[in-house]
Structure formats: C-alpha cells, structure tokens
C-alpha cells in the first residue's frame, strides 16, 4: 500500500534561526486553518529546542500573527508530574509563551501528569481529544515534535509498546517498561493523522538519528515512523543537526 506523505526537509543555521523559520510555519498553519476551519488546533512539544519558537510566538509583533481566541491547544506528551515542577513541558509553554498570550483559558488542555492513575489520566485526556473534534475524527491541524538522541519522538522510545498502538489515542508509558520517567504520550494514529507534522531537530548529537531517519529506508526509530498520511511532514534541522546528510 502506498502511503501519500508529502514530506519536506528545511536546513537553517542555527537554534535562533530554526526558531524564525518555524514562526512561518506556525503561522501559515494557523491562518490556513482559521479560514478553513474556523479555529486553530495545535499540540505543543515540549524541550529545548521549541523553546526559542514559543519565546518568540508571544512577544510583539510575531504575537499578532496569530489569532489566539481561536486556537487550541494540547500537549505531544507529558512527564508524570505536577505542572509546577521544572520537568513539565506544560510549564516551560507556559513560562515561555501561554501565559503571555491572549488565548482563553479554557481551550489549553494540558496533560494531568500528577494524576495518581496515569492509565486513567491518559484515557481523560483521549477523551477529551475526541469530545474537541466531534464528530469528525481527530485530526491536528498542527503537530509540533522534537527529537531525542535516540531517535524517540513526543514520548514514544524505542522498543516501546506504545509504539505499535493501533487503537488508543494516548497512553502511559510505564517508568520500568519504557527505562525513563513515567509519561503520557499522543501515538502513532494521532501523530500519523495530522494535517501538518513539523519536527525540529538542533544539535551535532542528533546528526546521526536524522540521517538514519531520512536516509535509511529501513530505519526502526521511532522518528521514522511519523509518516502523516495524506498530510505534510516538515523536518526543520539546524546545520549541525543536518550535518550527516551530505
């Protein structure tokens, strides 16, 4: 079967320009949407590396790009902790651009990561992700994703279970099973239906899962399975990122 999967790969200089180029990106999706659609539906990504986007989306003139009444916002995944604590991708969006931003309240869905249960926090959150696209399918207009060292991607690792899900739209990832932190994580059928899937990647320590990713058909990371079907996949790298793929 072929899969159609437009994908694209953008090679900039540097963290600061990544984060410039991905301003356009955020923006041209955002408006594309609005007028399409009437409204704007984004998961974030957490780390270092988006950052500098968040940081720039809230501060002037760049924030009036966008039209923030009618965004929506998720999360890829989520760390099994409270939103104060420093670990939180809710809180560094937050720090770095949600609380600076004239989005209302009550269209940011963040992951209950200090849930007692994550297996059930993670099923509040897929229903909540239903209950926001009814009664079309879930489907992002926007997907933003980082990538690991190793090649994983939101909170989906290598050799996880998670990343075979076919049916479920989160899940837990348990601390013992996957050798991390206990998380909450979008999967592959969520990831793989979006309209647009925009991966930024720095650093000369992820040159070589990119082009492992890009380059090698056969590639088992995690990475290379996001493969939106009938949407675009965008790879934004900085130079040092992309410096395997000569």
Not at 84 to 110: C, H, W
Not at 198 to 210: D, N, Q, T, Y
């Amino acid at each position: 079967m072929t899969v159609d999967v437009r994908a694209s790969t953008r090679i900039v200089a540097d963290l600061d320009a990544l984060a410039a180029e991905a301003i356009g990106v955020v923006a041209d999706a955002a408006a594309d949407a609005i007028r399409e659609r009437g409204r704007f539906v984004v998961a974030l990504a957490g780390g270092t590396t988006p950052k500098g986007l968040y940081a720039r989306l809230a501060a002037p003139p760049v924030r009036q790009r966008l039209d923030w009444s009618r965004t929506w916002i998720f999360f890829g995944d989520e760390r099994c902790v409270p939103p104060t604590d420093k670990d939180s991708n809710y809180l560094m969006a937050y720090e770095a651009m949600l609380g600076a931003v004239p989005i209302p309240p009550d269209q940011i869905f963040r992951i209950p990561g200090e849930a007692p249960d994550p297996t059930a926090a993670a099923a509040e959150y897929e229903r909540r992700l239903r209950a926001t696209f009814e009664p079309a399918p879930v489907r992002f207009d926007l997907i933003l994703l980082g990538m690991g060292v190793d090649g994983h991607t939101a909170s989906l690792f290598p050799g996880s279970p998670a990343l075979d899900e076919r049916v479920r739209l989160v899940v837990a990832l348990d601390a013992r099973a996957a050798a991390v932190r206990a998380r909450i994580t979008l999967t592959l059928p969520v990831l793989n239906a979006a309209r647009h899937v925009l991966l930024l990647v720095s650093g000369a320590e992820k040159a070589r899962p990119v082009a492992d990713a890009l380059r090698n058909a056969a590639s088992t990371l995690p990475v290379a399975r996001v493969r939106p079907t009938g949407g675009l996949l965008t790879w934004l790298l900085d130079r040092a990122a992309a410096a395997n793929l000569k």
